[in-house]
């Protein structure tokens, strides 16, 4: 048990909605990042929160947003959902912003977009 | 960060020792290499990290080149657990944390 809790496990859903992904990192840890992998894409790096804050972005598309709550929570936001966003998406937290900072994995929440 | 360069898929039988190469000749001198393994579609779990000395930890035993142009990573028993995606990853620790995954090493733990 890494200590990063993800919910829902399973989420099905159909096209053109939208859903919320929930991560709850490990205690004390700040930074919160958010990984989607797909079958054909492998594991793409999201975004990142640090604090509250943005910190840095990857191949996150507009349709998709993020925020991390004072209580240090993350959420993801994916609208207008299509079928390709059907993936695993990981949550990861570190202790801190960069440096020798290992990232520790949630189980992730699979998303089937019909 | 350094792109890496890992075998798609190997083998090694149960009890023995699993050695898994990672080539990363383009590596520069800020930039360290961390392993992390994926089983089955659970999340990514990290294994260990180094940047020249040889590293061990309860898991793996993380072997660097002298001129770091390459690793192995070494599970010292392997066992039907270890079976798993191995992740080579090379990344500086100043600029940003992100990770970035490359192909990795699929290895099967046979009995």
């Known amino acids: 048990d890494s200590g990063v809790t993800q919910t829902p496990k399973h989420l099905i859903t159909a096209t053109g909605q939208r859903v919320t992904l929930r991560c709850s990192p490990r205690s004390g840890d700040l930074s919160v990042y958010w990984y989607q992998q797909s079958l054909d894409q492998g594991l793409q790096f999201l975004i990142q929160?640090?604090?509250?804050?943005?910190?840095a972005k990857g191949n996150i598309l507009e349709r998709f947003s993020a925020q991390q709550f004072p209580d240090l929570h993350s959420e993801l936001n994916l609208s207008s959902l299509e079928l390709g966003d059907s993936a695993l998406y990981f949550c990861a937290s570190s202790r801190g912003d960069y440096g020798k900072n290992i990232q520790y994995f949630g189980a992730g929440t699979r998303l089937s977009v019909l | 960060d350094a792109k890496t360069t890992q075998p798609p898929s190997m083998d090694c039988a149960e009890g023995r020792a699993a050695n898994l190469p990672c080539n990363h000749s383009t590596i520069s001198g800020n930039e360290y290499v961390y392993w992390y393994r994926q089983i089955h579609s659970q999340g990514p779990q990290y294994i260990i990290h180094g940047l020249k000395n040889n590293e061990t930890n309860e898991m793996a035993s993380l072997i660097i080149t002298e001129d770091r142009k390459s690793s192995t990573l070494i599970l010292p028993h392997a066992t039907l657990r270890d079976t798993a995606v191995y992740y080579c990853?090379?990344?500086?620790?100043?600029?940003?944390?992100?990770?970035?995954f490359g192909g990795g090493t699929r290895l099967m733990v046979k009995p």
């Open positions: 929160y640090y604090n509250g804050e943005e910190r």
């Open positions: 990853i090379v990344r500086v620790n100043n600029a940003g944390n992100m990770l970035t």
